[in-house]
């Protein structure tokens, strides 16, 4: 068929999830507070004051939901593991009934020929961890690889894909820098450290993840493609810094085993005068990866701008001197994300230039758009604008496997409308339509369109 692209044998299809935005029974079987708990629960900090309370209650659901994925026909399925759910203070005692949970999902998937891929962490840092430092000190990195030890142990013979760290991008500078992500902090050496000791965590997990017999071992990464605003040697230099801050912080250590030559033009002090860096913590990042996992949903524009806080000590990580610019000429999304497909080629084509052999395979674990769907009486939508963005990304993604960037699957994001973190649930990404007041799982045209292309690559 022709509105489908073309994808070669084995090529996996998938879909994702993630436990804080969807899971629900955020206080049931043992289940401890995380900093988005905390986060959502604080006045002004999410829109309308929404919390994953509830969400789409997936924790009592998941067989409704993992007979939506069977239907949709996707090779594998994506989702988190919450690590306050499995260790509930991050550390000590592990909680069974977690891990119970995860085992039965695990199970449900396997039974409807779904292959599982999990990720270890997906921004639900245990509060008892955050107030112990959080991801600013290398006690969460060691903390972190206990767990990971803990849940490879019990789910080990049934999953064979591990992702170590979901987009650490945000964990770090939305999160330690920026403050528009759970901690909410709004720190310069802080939010670096964070970065850091996430790298060493993913670290440590992978060595606990090959102890544990693990098959395919991997990170996810949401790296950027930053374009300059204009020709000139300045936005030209914003572009360079924003590359560091937004890709290279993580795919040089990762995948070339040094610091971005970078770093010091653009956090100066912060890192020059940094001590939360070790003798060793580059080859223990640097450890040989079965996938790289990619989520892509937009470029960025950047311009240069001034400095915004005028005190050094003071500078957030992500006051680099550039500013985002709005995209024109193109469709922006519910999320005012630009809609521009040939920027996902040209970010994997550009990967595969920089790191040549060194890249391992890719996975897309996350690709999918916000939209203003609009449901009719029957809780149905026709999500045209979706259902292009799909089909034109797929169709980029092949252009990047013909010029030679060796893909191996995609998952779009997500299954399910969700809590969007600081959106709430204002903003939905979902092939699923989630009524939030009766909890009605309704599939929209654009899972209609996923399912039928599914089927087209196999004949």
């Known amino acids: ?16 999830t993630a436990a804080y935005q969807i899971e629900g029974a955020a206080q049931e079987d043992g289940r401890g507070p995380s900093i988005w708990d905390t986060y959502s629960h604080t006045p002004g900090r999410t829109a309308n004051g929404d919390t994953g309370d509830v969400a789409c209650d997936h924790y009592h659901r998941y067989p409704e939901d993992v007979a939506l994925l069977r239907d949709l026909g996707v090779d594998t399925y994506r989702f988190s593991i919450a690590w306050p759910r499995v260790v509930p203070d991050g550390s000590g005692p592990v909680n069974p009934a977690g891990l119970d949970f995860y085992s039965r999902l695990v199970d449900e998937l396997l039974a409807a020929g779904i292959t599982p891929a999990a990720t270890l962490y997906h921004w639900d840092l245990p509060q008892a961890l955050e107030d112990r430092g959080g991801w600013r000190v290398r006690e969460t990195a060691e903390r972190f690889a206990e767990y990971a030890a803990v849940v490879a142990g019990h789910l080990g013979d049934r999953v064979p894909r591990w992702i170590t760290l979901n987009e650490p991008w945000c964990s770090s500078f939305l999160g330690y820098s920026v403050g528009r992500h759970a901690p909410g902090a709004q720190e ?21 993840l090959r102890s544990a017999g693990a098959r395919e071992v991997g990170i996810t990464l949401n790296v950027d493609r930053n374009l300059p605003a204009s020709g000139s040697p300045a936005d030209r230099a914003a572009v360079v810094r924003a590359d560091t801050l937004h890709n290279l912080v993580w795919t040089e250590p990762i995948l070339a085993g040094r610091y971005p030559e970078t770093e010091e033009e653009t956090w100066g002090e912060l890192i020059t005068g940094q001590d939360f860096r070790r003798e060793g913590d580059l080859g223990l990042i640097s450890q040989p990866l079965d996938f790289l996992g990619v989520n892509f949903y937009r470029p960025i524009v950047v311009a240069d701008a001034p400095y915004r806080e005028s005190d050094p000590a003071r500078r957030v990580a992500t006051d680099n001197r550039y500013a985002e610019v709005r995209l024109e000429g193109v469709r922006h999304t519910a999320m005012d994300w630009p809609v521009d497909p040939g920027s996902f080629t040209e970010l994997l084509v550009g990967l595969k230039e920089r790191y040549g052999d060194a890249l391992p395979p890719v996975h897309i674990t ?11 009486a029957d809780g149905v939508v026709h999500d045209h604008d979706r259902v292009t963005y799909l089909r034109d990304h797929l169709g980029a993604l092949r252009a990047a496997m013909d010029a030679g960037v060796d893909v191996r699957g995609y998952y779009v994001w997500s299954l399910l409308d969700n809590f969007e973190w600081a959106f709430g649930y204002d903003r939905r990404f979902g092939l699923v339509r989630v009524d939030y007041d009766t909890q009605r799982r309704t599939p929209k045209d654009s899972y209609h369109w996923y399912k039928a292309m599914i089927a087209a690559q196999r004949g």
């Open 1 to 16: 068929m022709s509105d489908f692209p073309s994808f070669p044998p084995g090529f996996e299809f998938g879909a994702a």
């Open 188 to 208: 310069g050496r802080g939010a670096l450290a964070a970065a850091h000791h996430l790298l060493v965590g993913h670290g440590l997990a992978v060595q606990a």
């Open 366 to 376: 996350e690709n999918g758009s916000a939209e203003d769907d609009k449901a009719d």
